[in-house]
């Protein structure tokens, strides 16, 4: 309330000022105005005058008396350099001067420029003798002796010489420095809008303050307001495009003419300061009349702050809903969302404890895999702190557990259930390990396998090793009862520093290599594993067995073939072999029975199908798998390949043989030359024919023979002994084959054909 009454003061005086500004005190200013006008146009008028009076002075200097008209001053050198000096020297004495210059009329005209020159361009002399037409010796113009034109034209003082006589053989002329006047003009309007310019006696514009050469709009406007006023000086006002000028001219008398200087300057720049002042002052008042509004609405609502901070805590800022009353009782509000934020905690904390665990498996699961190795040991604590878990002054073991025997479960699980048996067997293991350990956390890798993390106190590591060891025999006889699986429990060494793990839970899950391949409960201890039993215990390679399963793929003995891998795998197990040591002959094995499929020519990519069976072989664990898959992918597919490869071969050597007979039959020929022929030996090639042509080798050679014989007898004269030269046979052996075989004698045979 202080500040609003004292403020209404400067309101008062604020509004005043504003008034005053717009009558009186306006009309004052003008009245400065307009004599700074007139002193300015005095110190103008001054400088014309003073270059009036200097080059008139000039123009009687002996230099330019009536001898010039009678000299040649191409060869009176010392007077055109005198002429050419006191060119200069009335430039230099005058400020305005741009340039001076005399021309010489005469049966040769010649021009100072300052400098001597001959005159030979005859629109030049035109031009100066133009000027010479003047009525009067002393005049002010802006036509130049180049162009009669005044358009864009230096201001310029024309002196004829010698200026007393009515003949004058010679003009002096000085040009004024447009741009040095125009800054003379410009301080009679001292202001961006406005301007100054000057008309001749005609009225005509000469310079303007502008710089441009022809009136702008607004000084036509005001010329023609000037003109229309007889008077030689004065000063009014004149509206243009919604400003008001106020407008003073006088008259500037000069050699032989009058000037007349006009100046127009907007009234708002001349009262502009009185204006600011008062604007300024009533701006200041309106300030504080609003700062005092403010300062009184903050002082209200320093009483409320505290409950609008709440409100709007509770609120979150966001728009008020609901009835009127509530709207405007900040308590209710409050009540409201109080009760709101209670239930949104309670619903946010269930969600929590819904996805805790899921949270923290997912964490576990990046961890021992070694997915978070970019984290310091402080980061991955703080996280395990936000999980819950008491990390200071702890140390970290991991336990592997691996499921065997799945095909046992026929009938309890189908294959498919792996994902089912391993979440059974985690659920077993978590409810063992909660009961045993302060925190053990399960990872289920739904691979038939889970993984186990302790978070153990600081102990004697006898007291730990030995509970790792009690707790892995409960494991593995609670799974196995349940599940009637085999369970191997691979207890990884313990880690002082948690990014240790996934390097331990690395070493953990590659030890299960080392567990016996046969199906039976096993716990590996990596740190009580005898280094000898690790690296050096011989391995015992059936490599009898190898040649025989070998011999049996390339004889097509499938099922012979099937019997001896299941002793070699068996004849590993029997040797206590680990499962690394399993996978390592079988691997063996593998490498054996391709490297002898592809000896015997045949493409191993078309008959596995591009597969990888290395990398198939190494993910089974089990002996029964392992042999089953030996038999569907190995020996089943080579077999298959074989018994093709075996037709197309068999009818391809019985072509052959064929062929020979054909080409041959009149010949002594024999099961054995015939074998020879084929690249095969009697056996195969006996059994070849009779599996081709349905008929063994000897009844297909005679039917040939035979035939032939036939066809002899019916389409020749030959005597019947001459025939069975022809086909191979002794004619007494001839006949009685033919007999045989057509039941009647060649004979009869020829008779009865050619009846």
């Not at 202080?2 to 509004?15: C, N």
């Not at 055109?80 to 005399?102: C, F, H």
């Not at 025997?405 to 792996?418: A, C, I, K, P, T």
């Amino acid at each position: 309330m202080i500040l609003l009454i004292s403020s209404i003061p400067g309101l008062v005086f604020g509004g005043l000022m504003n008034w005053l500004a717009g009558g009186e005190l306006e009309n004052d200013l003008l009245q400065m105005h307009n004599k700074q006008i007139q002193l300015r146009a005095a110190n103008i008028d001054e400088q014309f005058s003073y270059l009036e009076t200097s080059v008139l002075h000039w123009a009687f200097d002996p230099n330019f008396s009536y001898s010039l008209a009678s000299l040649s001053l191409s060869r009176d050198f010392e007077i055109a350099r005198n002429i050419t000096q006191t060119l200069a020297n009335m430039k230099g004495a005058n400020p305005l001067a741009i340039k001076t210059e005399l021309y010489l009329e005469g049966a040769a005209p010649v021009r100072f420029h300052p400098q001597y020159e001959a005159l030979t361009d005859a629109a030049q002399i035109d031009g100066y003798r133009k000027l010479f037409a003047h009525d009067k010796n002393v005049f002010w113009s802006e036509i130049t002796p180049e162009s009669d034109s005044p358009s864009d034209k230096p201001l310029s003082l024309m002196i004829k010489i010698p200026e007393t006589d009515e003949r004058p053989f010679g003009i002096i002329v000085v040009t004024i420095e447009t741009k040095k006047v125009v800054k003379l003009l410009q301080t009679l309007a001292p202001y961006d809008d406005g301007g100054t310019f000057l008309l001749d006696e005609n009225g005509e514009q000469l310079l303007s303050s502008s710089g441009q050469p022809s009136a702008s709009q607004l000084e036509e406007a005001i010329k023609s307001e000037v003109l229309a006023n007889k008077t030689k000086s004065g000063s009014f006002l004149f509206d243009w495009n919604q400003t008001t000028y106020t407008v003073s001219f006088g008259t500037m008398p000069r050699i032989g003419t009058d000037w007349k200087y006009v100046t127009a300057s907007p009234i708002s720049a001349i009262t502009k300061p009185v204006v600011i002042i008062s604007k300024l002052v009533l701006t200041l008042s309106i300030a504080m009349l609003l700062l005092a509004i403010v300062l009184s609405w903050v002082a209200s609502r320093r009483i409320y702050t505290p409950i609008a901070q709440l409100v709007r805590m509770l609120t979150g800022n966001t728009a008020i809903t609901g009835s009127g009353n509530e709207h405007h009782d900040d308590f209710k509000i409050i009540e409201k969302e109080w009760l709101h934020l209670t239930r949104e905690s309670m619903t946010l904390q269930n969600k929590l404890e819904q996805q805790l665990p899921h949270l923290k498996e997912g964490f576990l699961l990046q961890l021992v895999h070694g997915y978070l190795y970019s984290y310091s040991e402080q980061a991955l604590l703080e996280r395990m702190r936000n999980f819950g878990w008491s990390v200071d002054n702890r140390h970290y073991a991991v336990l592997y557990i691996h499921l065997s025997g799945f095909e046992n479960l026929e009938g309890r699980f189908s294959s498919g259930d792996e994902g089912l048996v391993t979440f059974v067997a985690a659920n077993i293991t978590k409810e063992l390990a909660a009961s045993r350990f302060e925190q053990a956390e399960v990872m289920n890798f739904q691979d038939l396998s889970v993984g186990l993390l302790l978070i153990v106190p600081d102990e004697s590591e006898t007291d730990l090793k030995e509970a790792f060891r009690t707790f892995s025999q409960e494991l593995t006889q609670a799974i196995h009862h349940v599940l009637n699986v085999y369970v191997s429990v691979t207890i990884g060494g313990t880690a002082l520093s948690v990014i240790h793990v996934p390097s331990r839970f690395e070493e953990a899950m590659q030890a299960t290599s080392r567990r016996r391949f046969e199906n039976r409960n096993q716990i590996i201890d990596l740190e009580s594993l005898d280094e000898q039993d690790k690296e050096n215990q011989e391995i015992h390679y059936p490599f009898a067995l190898e040649r025989e399963i070998i011999q049996a793929l390339r004889t097509s003995q499938k099922d012979e073939a099937k019997q001896l891998i299941q002793t070699f795998i068996e004849e590993l197990i029997e040797r206590g072999a680990t499962m690394i040591d399993i996978h390592q002959g079988a691997l063996q094995l593998l490498g054996s029975i391709l490297h002898a499929i592809r000896l015997a020519g045949l493409d191993l990519n078309h008959m596995f199908k591009s597969a990888n069976l290395y990398e198939q072989l190494m993910q089974i664990g089990d002996q029964q798998k392992m042999i089953a898959w030996f038999h569907d992918k190995v020996v089943s597919p080579c077999m298959l390949e074989l018994e093709s490869r075996s037709d197309s071969q068999v009818k391809k050597t019985v072509e052959t043989a064929m062929i020979y007979l054909q080409n041959n039959y009149m010949k002594e020929i024999s099961l054995d030359s015939c074998a020879d022929h084929a690249g095969t030996n009697t056996v195969a090639l006996s059994k070849a024919f009779k599996q081709v042509n349905g008929k063994n080798f000897i009844d297909y050679l005679t039917e040939l023979r035979i035939d032939k014989a036939k066809d002899l007898l019916s389409q020749t004269d030959l005597k019947i002994n001459d025939i069975a030269e022809k086909v191979g046979y002794q004619p007494s052996y001839f006949n009685r084959i033919f007999k045989k075989q057509e039941s009647i004698t060649p004979s009869q045979y020829r008779d009865l054909y050619r009846k």
